[in-house]
């Protein structure tokens, strides 16, 4: 597999990892959970969810499906690489929405628990509709369609951006998120 789709591949594997640990965080909002919610991992990974994929995530995707579509027959591929476009601004919309709302939360602004729960399940529910979109469609689709050429045209332009979290170098601003991370994965490897 080409550096650039794995690329994309690892992204939504990193992208539901995260979307997972924001679930746990928002549960404990819950009436009854005894648990207190972590606010700074949810910020954390809402400030990742916005900026990383919006720098660097969809527009490598958009690139290569640009590149894609003119090679393209089948009608429902290109409705679908259509909607995978158009889920991608309704995503950063979303992500917006609910960052405001966090941060409201974090400046002790009063919010509706429901408010936060609503927009979350919104924007997760979409999140992970389309990363399973595009691994069933756009990443098949790529791998059938796109030639070398692209994949390395495609290379050059964008893979100068390093990932943030997940990349060689740790930014210091997602260094708690990182650890928190790895807890959260250190105890799912206890329990299984």
């Known amino acids: 597999m080409d550096k650039l789709?794995?690329?994309?591949?690892?992204?939504?594997e990193h992208i539901l990892k995260l979307?997972?640990?924001?679930?746990?965080?928002?549960?404990?909002?819950?009436?009854?959970?005894?648990?207190?919610?972590?606010?700074?991992?949810?910020?954390?990974?809402?400030?990742?969810?916005?900026?990383?994929p919006d720098s660097f995530h969809h527009p490598l995707e958009s690139q290569l499906m640009k590149r894609l579509k003119p090679r393209v027959t089948d009608s429902d591929?290109?409705?679908?690489?259509?909607e995978i476009d158009q889920q991608h601004d309704q995503i950063r919309e979303l992500t917006i929405e609910l960052v405001e709302t966090v941060n409201a939360i974090s400046t002790d602004h009063v919010v509706p628990i429901k408010k936060l729960v609503s927009s979350y399940q919104s924007y997760v529910d979409l999140q992970r509709a389309h990363v399973q979109k595009e691994n069933r469609v756009m990443i098949p689709a790529m791998k059938a369609y796109?030639?070398?050429?692209?994949?390395?045209?495609?290379?050059?332009?964008?893979?100068?951006?390093?990932?943030p979290l997940f990349g060689k170098y740790l930014w210091e601003s997602y260094e708690g998120l990182y650890q928190y991370l790895l807890e959260a994965d250190a105890r799912q490897e206890t329990t299984v």
């Open 146 to 163: 796109l030639t070398s050429e692209d994949l390395e045209l495609a290379e050059q332009e964008l893979l100068a951006t390093p990932d």
């Open 5 to 12: 789709i794995e690329r994309i591949t690892i992204d939504h």
């Open 77 to 82: 591929l290109l409705q679908s690489m259509v």
């Open 19 to 52: 979307l997972q640990a924001v679930d746990y965080e928002i549960k404990a909002y819950d009436a009854d959970n005894d648990r207190t919610p972590r606010l700074a991992i949810i910020v954390g990974a809402l400030d990742y969810l916005q900026n990383y």
